[in-house]
């Protein structure tokens, strides 16, 4: 076994929080030098049989074994601990380890729980996080040893997705198994993850029993419009007002404490001063309460002592298993008929609908369920979750993807907590479910300060349309915006397509939307002879038959409903739209008829139809029959947004899903040029020379036009005549970035004299402003005529992670902003999707006359810098400025690149 040395690194980066399949939380961590009287008190606590499971016999252990197994390297062995609060005190439950075995690739691993806490799924995250640390360090294989009466461990084993060769011999299995994440690994991982936030979060939204601690008589107080909150929305449950100053609470029994509540507890409402906060959900945790939700404020939001007590309320609640919302949020509202909770401070409790939101803000919150009730809009669940101590959008997204009665998602958010992690579900989910979204703070005043133009162009802001749009997300920029497109997903299905029919009994409302329609790229079709033929014979006064289709004020509801119908069986159109005015001659109530008329027929067709009713007088959002339902809009302009969102949606999940192709590369070769130029200078972040550069690049296939390092004009010139003239003549400098802002990029240099002079004006350029000193020689290159200049790039963001930009590039890249970002890793078809949404993507195929582009190779040229950039995690910036995409069959060349480590 490997012993703990002075050196060695508490690596805290593998601290973690995990959901068990009960649902509870557990704290997991490295075991520490520092635990040897928590361990031996763990072990202490195992009974014999769970003793002989692990060590094949019952062993009598002291101080000298604690000090030993406490004591690990981190990389040779490995030990993590799972923790539970008992009386404020942090007790070691279970412990999983490896030892590396001699041949270095293999390990093995042994678990054992304390028995309380057995069957939970314990081993299961133990060897999970096991296996992540293992592969970290180089290990490909776990080997254990298990006795055949121990089926829990072998269950484990068997369950976990890894293929588990093993034999018996003697009463004793030999296990190994490869510990890659296989397709099969990923998804049964991802799976249990989906059924664990189920688990914790039913508690949370559909509870049995409420405590509400600190629900008060006072009117006026938010202890008092809680509790009135939860008894007027119905609730099905029982709940408990906590109140160590009252005998009742609006006639119902209150108690002093939480611990005097007689039955058990799924959901605890806290609203205390916050200097009392933490020893009330200590309680909750010891009455085993599951699932807390603190609304008092006073914690990180206030910064000082708030983010203190936070972190401590955070603690206390993992320490316990509780799942927990906010604090600082306005809480939780769930209308399903077998729960009915408004276990909140709003007065509004919507009615029951298909729709969750999710809001960041509790102002926000009160105002969206305000007008949600004024819309008369229906809501599965809504939640405020405040300051996101522990649930987040990532765990509802898991819970509203298995919610039945949850058919649309709204998000309204301020920040990301684990962008990555949000990223993959969103993808998941949006698969089966939409997801509207609104996020504030997207007008930052400027970019990162950044050393690179890939840097400075992929702001925050970018990187969130990037998650978006490759996560299938509906971005909106207003409220409104975000209640028009759940209004239409809600009710129907996404469009097919973009082909829309507008009808109208009114010429202005119809060129309205059909400005809007072109603009918002939807297309207007014009009626086929035969569905002219149809709707002719319907309405006689009409002669000419456009789309939008003017039916005038005199239409009838016959006349109406019967032209919808012509429209919803025509394959010209993926959805309709209709608007109606108010007439002298025709009452309201006769053109919403014939809309309720002619709903059925669309949704036999599954054809999205939308209606604009202009000058009504209810606020509802929609025409409901008794099987369909229709959204309705007070303008043509907000009915054609939502629609266009609509068919964006539709587009990608028609979309193929893509792949990450397996690219051949030098990977190991190109780990020593990084590490070699990491210890060759402390400087920090470092660039790259050129010549390293060139080399780590050529280790992923990527083709840089040639390059020599020069220090003297003499050098200059040899390196001239070996490339071949024509060259380029660049200035090479560690901290100069932009070299033609100085004047140090001189083209197409054809002789050796000229070499001499374009050294000279380089250095004279930087003398002129002062910064000789900055000059370390110059780059020659060879000359790449033709082609349309490109910029790829690399920018490390640290919520985001890699983020991967293409665009215009040279020297106006940063003037002209014509990129695209996605976020990392690329499948094939981000990386033809990215080439192909810039504004300026027509030049590729060949404009005015000039060469289509090899596109192709620029797809490959991305997928290699995706591929560098997961293998390189040091790579923290890159540009690649310009990138000459030649024509068709003749590839790319990298002219320039920049490369920076951190």
Same mark, same amino acid.
């Given at each position: 076994?490997?012993?703990?040395?002075?050196?060695?690194?508490?690596?805290?980066?593998?601290?973690?929080?995990?959901?068990?399949?009960?649902?509870?939380?557990?704290?997991?961590?490295?075991?520490?030098?520092?635990?040897?009287?928590?361990?031996?008190?763990?072990?202490?606590?195992?009974?014999?049989?769970?003793?002989?499971l692990?060590?094949?016999?019952?062993?009598?252990?002291?101080?000298?074994?604690?000090?030993?197994?406490c004591?690990?390297?981190?990389?040779?062995?490995?030990?993590?601990?799972?923790?539970?609060?008992?009386?404020?005190?942090?007790d070691?439950?279970?412990?999983?380890?490896?030892?590396?075995?001699?041949?270095?690739?293999t390990?093995?691993?042994?678990?054992?729980?304390?028995?309380?806490?057995?069957?939970?799924?314990?081993?299961?995250?133990?060897?999970e996080?096991?296996?992540? =640390?293992?592969?970290?360090?180089?290990?490909?294989?776990?080997?254990?040893?298990?006795?055949?009466?121990?089926?829990?461990?072998?269950?484990?084993?068997?369950?976990y997705?890894?293929?588990?060769?093993?034999?018996?011999?003697?009463?004793?299995?030999?296990?190994?198994?490869?510990?890659?994440?296989?397709?099969r690994v990923?998804?049964?991982?991802?799976?249990?993850?989906?059924?664990?936030?189920?688990?914790?979060?039913?508690?949370?939204?559909?509870p049995?029993?409420?405590?509400?601690?600190?629900?008060?008589?006072?009117?006026?107080?938010?202890?008092?419009?809680?509790?009135?909150?939860?008894?007027?929305?119905?609730?099905?449950?029982?709940?408990?007002p906590?109140?160590?100053?009252?005998?009742?609470?609006?006639?119902?029994?209150?108690?002093?404490?939480?611990? +005097?509540?007689?039955?058990?507890?799924?959901?605890?409402?806290?609203?205390?001063?916050?200097r009392?906060?933490?020893?009330?959900?200590?309680?909750?945790? @010891?009455?085993?309460?599951?699932?807390?939700?603190?609304?008092?404020?006073?914690?990180?939001?206030?910064?000082?002592?708030?983010?203190?007590?936070?972190?401590?309320?955070?603690?206390?609640?993992?320490?316990?298993?509780?799942?927990?919302?906010?604090?600082?949020?306005m809480?939780?509202?769930?209308?399903?008929?077998?729960?009915?909770?408004?276990?909140?401070?709003?007065?509004?409790?919507?009615?029951?609908?298909?729709?969750?939101?999710?809001?960041?803000?509790?102002?926000?919150?009160?105002?969206?369920?305000?007008?949600?009730?004024?819309?008369?809009?229906?809501?599965?669940?809504?939640?405020?979750?405040?300051?996101?101590a522990d649930?987040?959008s990532?765990?509802?997204?898991?819970?509203?993807?298995?919610?039945?009665?949850?058919?649309?998602?709204?998000?309204?958010?301020?920040?990301?907590?684990?962008?990555?992690?949000?990223?993959?579900?969103?993808?998941?989910?949006?698969?089966?479910?939409?997801? =509207?979204?609104?996020?504030?703070?997207?007008?930052?005043?400027?970019?990162?300060?950044a050393?690179?133009?890939?840097?400075?162009?992929?702001?925050?802001?970018?990187?969130?349309?990037?998650?978006?749009?490759?996560?299938?997300?509906?971005?909106?920029?207003?409220?409104?915006?975000?209640?028009?497109?759940?209004?239409?997903?809600?009710a129907?299905?996404?469009?097919?397509?973009?082909?829309?029919?507008?009808?109208?009994?009114?010429?202005?409302?119809?060129?309205?939307?059909?400005?809007?329609?072109?603009?918002?790229?939807?297309?207007?079709?014009?009626?086929?002879?035969?569905?002219?033929?149809?709707?002719?014979?319907i309405?006689?006064?009409?002669?000419?038959?456009?789309?939008?289709?003017?039916?005038?004020?005199?239409?009838?509801?016959?006349?109406?409903?019967?032209?919808l119908?012509?429209?919803?069986?025509?394959?010209?159109?993926?959805?309709?739209?209709?608007?109606?005015?108010?007439?002298?001659?025709v009452?309201?109530?006769?053109?919403?008829?014939?809309?309720?008329?002619?709903?059925?027929?669309?949704?036999?067709?599954?054809?999205?139809?939308?209606?604009?009713?202009?000058? @009504?007088?209810?606020?509802?959002?929609?025409?409901?029959? +008794?099987?369909?339902?229709?959204?309705?809009?007070?303008?043509?302009?907000?009915?054609?947004?939502?629609?266009?969102?609509?068919?964006?949606?539709?587009?990608?999940?028609?979309?193929?899903?893509?792949?990450?192709?397996?690219?051949?590369?030098?990977?190991?070769?190109?780990?020593?040029?990084?590490d070699?130029?990491?210890?060759?200078?402390?400087?920090?972040?470092?660039?790259?020379?050129?010549?390293?550069?060139?080399?780590?690049?050529?280790?992923?296939?990527? @083709?840089v036009?040639?390059?020599?390092?020069?220090?003297?004009?003499?050098?200059?010139?040899?390196?001239?005549?070996?490339?071949?003239?024509p060259?380029?003549?660049?200035?090479?400098?560690?901290?100069?970035?932009?070299?033609?802002?100085?004047?140090?990029?001189?083209? +197409?240099?054809r002789?050796?004299?000229?070499?001499?002079?374009?050294?000279?004006?380089?250095?004279?350029?930087?003398?002129?402003?002062?910064?000789?000193?900055?000059?370390?020689?110059?780059?020659?290159?060879?000359?790449?005529?033709?082609?349309?200049?490109t910029?790829?790039?690399?920018?490390?963001?640290?919520?985001?992670?890699?983020?991967?930009?293409?665009?215009?590039?040279?020297?106006?890249?940063?003037?002209?902003?014509?990129?695209?970002?996605?976020?990392?890793?690329?499948?094939?078809?981000?990386?033809?999707?990215?080439?192909?949404?810039?504004?300026?993507?027509?030049?590729?195929?060949?404009?005015?006359?000039?060469?289509?582009s090899?596109?192709?190779?620029?797809?490959?040229l991305?997928?290699?810098?995706?591929?560098?950039?997961?293998?390189?995690?040091?790579?923290?910036?890159?540009?690649?400025?310009?990138?000459?995409?030649?024509?068709?069959?003749?590839?790319?060349?990298?002219?320039?690149?920049?490369?920076?480590?951190?």
């Amino acid at each position: 076994m490997t012993g703990a040395s002075d050196e060695v690194v508490y690596p805290s980066q593998y601290e973690t929080e995990v959901l068990l399949k009960d649902g509870s939380r557990m704290r997991l961590r490295p075991i520490k030098r520092g635990d040897v009287e928590r361990w031996l008190a763990f072990i202490s606590r195992l009974s014999d049989r769970t003793k002989y499971l692990r060590f094949h016999y019952v062993p009598r252990l002291g101080r000298e074994d604690a000090v030993r197994y406490c004591g690990v390297d981190y990389r040779d062995a490995f030990a993590f601990v799972a923790e539970v609060l008992r009386e404020r005190r942090e007790d070691i439950i279970a412990i999983g380890r490896y030892y590396r075995l001699p041949n270095k690739t293999t390990a093995e691993v042994a678990f054992v729980i304390e028995d309380p806490y057995q069957g939970k799924g314990i081993g299961t995250k133990l060897m999970e996080w096991l296996a992540n =640390v293992a592969r970290d360090n180089g290990i490909t294989t776990f080997e254990a040893s298990v006795l055949a009466e121990n089926e829990e461990m072998m269950t484990v084993f068997r369950d976990y997705g890894f293929h588990i060769i093993s034999h018996l011999e003697e009463g004793e299995y030999h296990v190994s198994f490869p510990i890659a994440r296989t397709g099969r690994v990923v998804q049964l991982e991802e799976e249990r993850e989906r059924s664990s936030t189920l688990a914790s979060l039913t508690p949370l939204l559909a509870p049995r029993s409420v405590a509400v601690i600190g629900a008060s008589r006072q009117p006026g107080t938010i202890g008092q419009l809680i509790f009135e909150c939860i008894m007027e929305s119905g609730f099905s449950g029982v709940v408990y007002p906590v109140n160590p100053n009252a005998e009742s609470v609006r006639s119902v029994k209150a108690y002093a404490s939480v611990l +005097d509540v007689p039955g058990d507890i799924d959901l605890a409402v806290v609203v205390v001063s916050a200097r009392l906060v933490a020893g009330v959900v200590d309680e909750c945790g @010891r009455k085993k309460v599951r699932s807390v939700i603190v609304i008092s404020d006073g914690f990180r939001e206030s910064g000082g002592e708030g983010v203190v007590r936070e972190a401590e309320l955070r603690y206390i609640a993992l320490g316990h298993g509780m799942r927990l919302v906010g604090p600082n949020c306005m809480g939780v509202i769930n209308t399903h008929p077998a729960v009915s909770m408004n276990a909140s401070f709003s007065p509004y409790y919507p009615k029951h609908g298909n729709i969750a939101f999710l809001s960041q803000s509790g102002a926000m919150g009160l105002a969206i369920l305000d007008y949600v009730n004024n819309i008369e809009m229906g809501v599965s669940s809504f939640l405020s979750v405040g300051n996101r101590a522990d649930v987040s959008s990532n765990d509802l997204l898991q819970y509203w993807e298995q919610d039945p009665a949850t058919k649309v998602i709204l998000l309204y958010l301020e920040s990301f907590g684990n962008p990555r992690k949000f990223a993959r579900l969103a993808r998941q989910v949006s698969m089966s479910k939409p997801i =509207v979204a609104v996020k504030s703070g997207s007008t930052a005043a400027g970019s990162r300060a950044a050393a690179s133009h890939t840097g400075a162009l992929a702001t925050s802001e970018v990187a969130s349309e990037a998650l978006f749009r490759q996560a299938g997300i509906i971005k909106v920029d207003t409220m409104a915006g975000l209640f028009d497109v759940a209004s239409l997903l809600s009710a129907q299905a996404a469009p097919k397509g973009r082909r829309v029919a507008i009808l109208t009994n009114g010429g202005g409302p119809g060129v309205l939307a059909a400005d809007a329609c072109e603009n918002s790229g939807l297309v207007l079709p014009q009626f086929s002879p035969e569905t002219t033929s149809k709707m002719a014979s319907i309405i006689k006064r009409v002669t000419s038959f456009n789309n939008p289709l003017d039916v005038t004020a005199g239409a009838t509801q016959e006349e109406f409903s019967g032209v919808l119908k012509v429209l919803a069986k025509d394959d010209d159109f993926d959805a309709v739209i209709v608007i109606t005015i108010p007439a002298t001659t025709v009452p309201a109530s006769v053109m919403e008829n014939a809309i309720k008329q002619a709903a059925p027929a669309f949704k036999r067709s599954e054809k999205p139809l939308l209606a604009c009713l202009m000058g @009504r007088e209810s606020a509802s959002r929609k025409l409901a029959t +008794d099987h369909t339902t229709i959204p309705c809009y007070d303008f043509p302009e907000d009915a054609v947004s939502a629609l266009a969102k609509a068919a964006k949606y539709g587009e990608w999940l028609r979309r193929p899903k893509g792949t990450i192709p397996r690219i051949r590369v030098r990977q190991r070769a190109a780990q020593k040029i990084v590490d070699s130029a990491l210890t060759r200078t402390i400087e920090r972040p470092l660039w790259l020379a050129p010549g390293e550069i060139e080399k780590l690049l050529d280790c992923y296939g990527i @083709r840089v036009a040639g390059v020599a390092v020069a220090k003297t004009p003499e050098q200059a010139v040899a390196a001239s005549r070996k490339l071949g003239f024509p060259v380029v003549v660049k200035l090479a400098s560690d901290t100069i970035s932009h070299k033609s802002d100085v004047g140090g990029v001189i083209l +197409d240099v054809r002789s050796e004299k000229e070499v001499r002079a374009a050294f000279k004006d380089i250095k004279d350029r930087l003398t002129k402003i002062g910064r000789e000193k900055e000059m370390a020689g110059v780059t020659v290159q060879r000359m790449v005529k033709g082609g349309v200049e490109t910029i790829v790039g690399v920018t490390q963001d640290p919520l985001f992670g890699p983020l991967i930009m293409f665009g215009l590039g040279g020297i106006y890249a940063e003037l002209l902003k014509d990129v695209s970002i996605r976020l990392h890793p690329l499948t094939d078809l981000d990386a033809k999707e990215l080439i192909n949404s810039i504004k300026m993507a027509g030049l590729f195929r060949g404009f005015r006359g000039a060469p289509v582009s090899d596109t192709k190779s620029l797809e490959d040229l991305l997928l290699r810098i995706s591929a560098l950039v997961e293998d390189i995690p040091q790579i923290a910036e890159m540009d690649l400025n310009p990138v000459k995409v030649m024509p068709q069959g003749e590839g790319y060349w990298v002219v320039d690149a920049r490369i920076l480590l951190r």
